[in-house]
T-cell receptor, first 111, second 111 residues
Framework: ETGVTQTPRHLVMGMTNKKSLKCEQHLGHNAMYWYKQSAKKPLELMFVYSLEERVENNSVPSRFSPECPNSSHLFLHLHTLQPEDSALYLC??????????FGPGTRLTVL | GIQVEQSPPDLILQEGANSTLRCNFSDSVNNLQWFHQNPWGQLINLFYIPSGTKQNGRLSATTVATERYSLLYISSSQTTDSGVYFCAVVGGGGSNYKLTFGKGTLLTVNP
C-alpha cells in the first residue's frame, strides 16, 4: 500500500469513551502531522513529530494525546471528548519540511 | 502569527473557462504550498512554491515573495477541478513545520 493511510475512516463515540486514530505513511518521510478541520474554519495544526522537533499547538486540549512510535506511524488518542471536537482529523507526512501529503481523514462524531 | 488571505472565497465557472486564485500573506515566507480538497475530503498537494513559477498540466502557480502573494492558475477547467483550493505558508522565524492555512477558495465547475 502506498501513500498515507488512516483508520478508522469514520468514528462515532460518546463523551466517556476512549478511542485512538491511527495513521501510517509508506512514503519514506520523516515528519508526521495531525490536523483538525472543522466546518467554517481553516485547517488547524495540532501536532508535528519530526527528527528535529516535536511541535504542539498550545490551544489543543489535553484530551487529545499524540503518540509517534516511529517515523512511519502516528496515533491520536482520544478520551472524554466534547461534541465540539466533532471534525475531520487529517494525518499528513513530509520529508523534512517539504511538500505535505495528506491521508483521507477520519470523520469523528462525538455524541 | 502570519496571516493568510485567499480570494475569492467562492468561484463558479463553466467548463472550459480559465481562473486565477490569489493568496496574500502578511510576512516573509520560506515555505508555500497549494492544495486541492475534493468533495470527498481528500487533500492533494498541487505545488510547493515558496518563490518563482511552476507548471503541472493545466495548473500553474507563481509566487512573488517580495510582494507577499501567490497565484494559482487553472486553465480549461473541468468538473473534476471542483473543490476547495487552499494556500498554506510557513512564516520566517517560526518552526519550518508549522504551516498556516488560508480559509480556501471554493471552486465549482459546471458542465
Amino acid at each position: 500500500e502506498t501513500g498515507v493511510t488512516q483508520t478508522p475512516r469514520h468514528l462515532v463515540m460518546g463523551m466517556t469513551n476512549k478511542k485512538s486514530l491511527k495513521c501510517e505513511q509508506h512514503l519514506g518521510h520523516n515528519a508526521m502531522y495531525w490536523y483538525k478541520q472543522s466546518a467554517k474554519k481553516p485547517l488547524e495544526l495540532m501536532f508535528v513529530y519530526s527528527l528535529e522537533e516535536r511541535v504542539e499547538n498550545n490551544s489543543v486540549p489535553s484530551r487529545f494525546s499524540p503518540e509517534c512510535p516511529n517515523s512511519s506511524h502516528l496515533f491520536l488518542h482520544l478520551h472524554t471528548l466534547q461534541p465540539e471536537d466533532s471534525a475531520l482529523y487529517l494525518c499528513a507526512s513530509s520529508l523534512t519540511s517539504g511538500s505535505l501529503f495528506f491521508g483521507p481523514g477520519t470523520r469523528l462524531t462525538v455524541l | 502569527g502570519i496571516q493568510v488571505e485567499q480570494s475569492p472565497p467562492d468561484l463558479i465557472l463553466q467548463e472550459g473557462a480559465n481562473s486565477t486564485l490569489r493568496c496574500n500573506f502578511s510576512d516573509s515566507v520560506n515555505n508555500l504550498q497549494w492544495f486541492h480538497q475534493n468533495p470527498w475530503g481528500q487533500l492533494i498537494n498541487l505545488f510547493y512554491i515558496p518563490s518563482g513559477t511552476k507548471q503541472n498540466g493545466r495548473l500553474s502557480a507563481t509566487t512573488v515573495a517580495t510582494e507577499r502573494y501567490s497565484l494559482l492558475y487553472i486553465s480549461s477547467s473541468q468538473t473534476t477541478d471542483s473543490g476547495v483550493y487552499f494556500c498554506a505558508v510557513v512564516g520566517g522565524g517560526g518552526s519550518n513545520y508549522k504551516l498556516t492555512f488560508g480559509k480556501g477558495t471554493l471552486l465549482t465547475v459546471n458542465p
